[in-house]
């Protein structure tokens, strides 16, 4: 990881225009088209005394493997999530069907 000063250099160098930097984030240009705000980039890597040690790296990986052997798990809630709001939807649209028939 960069340290918040070669991270703006390298944006900038990649042609990310820097628009602001606060302690905890910094922001950049939208590169939409017609975009109006800036995007802030929020996190610990975007503030200002940020320094990636060797401890920092295990904990992160470590957080990515919890996260990865929890893939089944969220997939399985989220379909059943997805599957009871469809269920709840197609009741709505049958009770107003009904209705309108009335």
Do not use: H
Request: proline share 3%; hydrophobic share 30%; net charge positive.
């Amino acid at each position: 990881m960069l340290p918040i000063a070669e991270l703006v250099q390298w944006l900038e160098s990649n042609q990310i225009n820097v628009t602001r930097q606060v302690k905890n984030s910094i922001s950049i240009e939208n590169p939409y088209e017609g975009a109006k705000r800036p995007i802030r980039l929020e996190g610990e890597i975007y503030e200002q005394g940020f320094r990636a040690t060797g401890e920092y790296r295990q904990e992160v990986q470590q957080r990515i493997e919890e996260y990865r052997g929890t893939t089944s798990e969220r997939y399985r809630t989220n379909v059943t999530d997805y599957q009871r709001q469809l269920a709840r939807a197609n009741i709505t649209a049958t009770a107003i069907q009904q209705s309108t028939r009335k």
